[in-house]
C-alpha cells in the first residue's frame, strides 16, 4: 500500500501492480481518500524507524534514507520532516509527479527517482520498503537489492502483512469489501509474508534482524500503536553488518 512495485516489468516488478497504484496517485494525499488507512499508520512507523536508527526522534539530520516503493511520499516526506536526506523511489509515474508536487507545496527538498532498486549504484544509511514487499514478483530478488542499496552497518526496514486467517478476514475481506476502506484487489492475501519468511529472506540477503514489531489501530482515536500482536500488520528492522 506504501507505493506502487519497486521495479520494472520483469525482475522484481508486477508491471499490474504499478497500474493499480499509479491509479490512486489523485487521492493519495486526501487522509479520507483510499489511502486513509495509511495516513494513519505512518506517525508510527515513521517514528519506530527514526527511534531504532539511534537518534531522538525528531533528528535524523545528515543521514541518507532511500524510500523504496515511495508512492506519492507518505512516509518520505515525514521522515525528510526530520531532517534525512531522502531518496524516494518508484516505478508508479503518476504517483511519483504528486510526491513531486505536494514535497515542492510543502517546501521539502527530495529527490524523487522513477526506477527501481537493483539498477541504483549508491548506498545509503537507511532503506525503508513500506507496504510493498506483499506486491513484487521475487520476494528474494527485492531483499537483495534493499539489502545492496544499504551501507555497512546501515538499517533496512520493511513494514508488511502478515499472512493469517486474521489478516484475510480484516485487511483483505473487511478492509476491501465490507468497510471499502480500501479499493477492492489492492491486495493479493496469496502475497502477504509472514514474519518467518521475511526474517528469514532478509537474512538471506545479507541482514541480521534486530526488531519486529505488531502495527494495530487505535479505533477511538483513529490512530496506530505498536504492539506484540503481528497478525496482521507488522514492521521488521535489520542491519547490515
Same mark, same amino acid.
Not at 506504501?2 to 499490474?16: F, Y
Not at 509474508?193 to 477511538?220: H, K, N, Q, S
Given at each position: 500500500?506504501?507505493?506502487?512495485?519497486?521495479?520494472?516489468?520483469?525482475?522484481?516488478?508486477?508491471?499490474?501492480?504499478?497500474?493499480?497504484?499509479d491509479?490512486?496517485?489523485a487521492?493519495?494525499?486526501?487522509?479520507?481518500?483510499? *489511502?486513509?488507512?495509511?495516513?494513519? *499508520?505512518?506517525?508510527?512507523?515513521?517514528?519506530?524507524?527514526?527511534?531504532? #536508527?539511534?537518534?531522538?526522534?525528531?533528528?535524523?539530520?545528515?543521514?541518507?534514507?532511500?524510500?523504496?516503493?515511495?508512492?506519492?511520499?507518505?512516509?518520505a516526506? &515525514?521522515?525528510?520532516?526530520?531532517?534525512?536526506?531522502?531518496?524516494?523511489?518508484? *516505478?508508479?509515474?503518476?504517483?511519483?509527479?504528486?510526491?513531486?508536487?505536494?514535497?515542492?507545496?510543502?517546501?521539502?527538498?527530495?529527490?524523487?527517482?522513477?526506477?527501481r532498486?537493483?539498477?541504483?549504484?549508491e548506498?545509503?544509511?537507511?532503506?525503508? &520498503?513500506?507496504?510493498?514487499?506483499?506486491?513484487? &514478483?521475487?520476494?528474494?530478488a527485492? #531483499?537483495?537489492?534493499? &539489502?545492496?542499496?544499504v551501507?555497512?552497518?546501515?538499517?533496512?526496514?520493511?513494514?508488511?502483512?502478515?499472512? /493469517?486467517?486474521?489478516?484475510?478476514?480484516?485487511?483483505?475481506?473487511?478492509?476491501?469489501?465490507l468497510?471499502?476502506m480500501?479499493?477492492?484487489? /489492492?491486495?493479493?492475501?496469496?502475497?502477504?509474508?509472514?514474519?518467518?519468511?521475511?526474517?528469514?529472506?532478509?537474512?538471506?540477503?545479507?541482514?541480521?534482524? /534486530?526488531?519486529?514489531?505488531?502495527?494495530?489501530?487505535?479505533?477511538?482515536?483513529?490512530?496506530?500503536?505498536?504492539?506484540?500482536?503481528?497478525?496482521?500488520?507488522?514492521i521488521?528492522a535489520?542491519?547490515?553488518?
Amino acid at each position: 500500500m506504501q507505493g506502487s512495485v519497486a521495479g520494472m516489468e520483469g525482475g522484481t516488478v508486477l508491471a499490474g501492480e504499478v497500474a493499480k497504484f499509479d491509479s490512486l496517485a489523485a487521492d493519495w494525499w486526501n487522509p479520507r481518500g483510499p *489511502m486513509a488507512p495509511l495516513h494513519a *499508520m505512518n506517525p508510527l512507523r515513521t517514528r519506530w524507524i527514526a527511534e531504532r #536508527l539511534g537518534r531522538p526522534p525528531q533528528d535524523l539530520g545528515g543521514l541518507t534514507l532511500l524510500d523504496v516503493g515511495c508512492g506519492a511520499g507518505l512516509a518520505a516526506e &515525514a521522515l525528510a520532516r526530520r531532517g534525512a536526506r531522502v531518496t524516494g523511489l518508484d *516505478m508508479a509515474a503518476e504517483a511519483l509527479e504528486a510526491a513531486r508536487f505536494h514535497a515542492a507545496a510543502e517546501g521539502l527538498r527530495i529527490t524523487y527517482r522513477h526506477g527501481r532498486p537493483e539498477d541504483l549504484a549508491e548506498t545509503f544509511d537507511a532503506v525503508t &520498503a513500506l507496504e510493498v514487499v506483499e506486491h513484487v &514478483a521475487d520476494r528474494d530478488a527485492f #531483499l537483495a537489492s534493499l &539489502a545492496r542499496s544499504v551501507r555497512l552497518g546501515g538499517m533496512v526496514f520493511v513494514s508488511t502483512l502478515n499472512r /493469517t486467517a486474521r489478516s484475510f478476514i480484516m485487511a483483505k475481506l473487511g478492509a476491501e469489501y465490507l468497510l471499502r476502506m480500501l479499493p477492492v484487489g /489492492t491486495h493479493d492475501w496469496r502475497m502477504f509474508v509472514t514474519p518467518a519468511e521475511l526474517g528469514a529472506g532478509l537474512r538471506r540477503a545479507g541482514l541480521r534482524v /534486530t526488531d519486529v514489531a505488531g502495527m494495530v489501530p487505535e479505533p477511538l482515536t483513529g490512530g496506530w500503536r505498536e504492539s506484540r500482536d503481528t497478525a496482521v500488520n507488522y514492521i521488521m528492522a535489520a542491519r547490515k553488518d
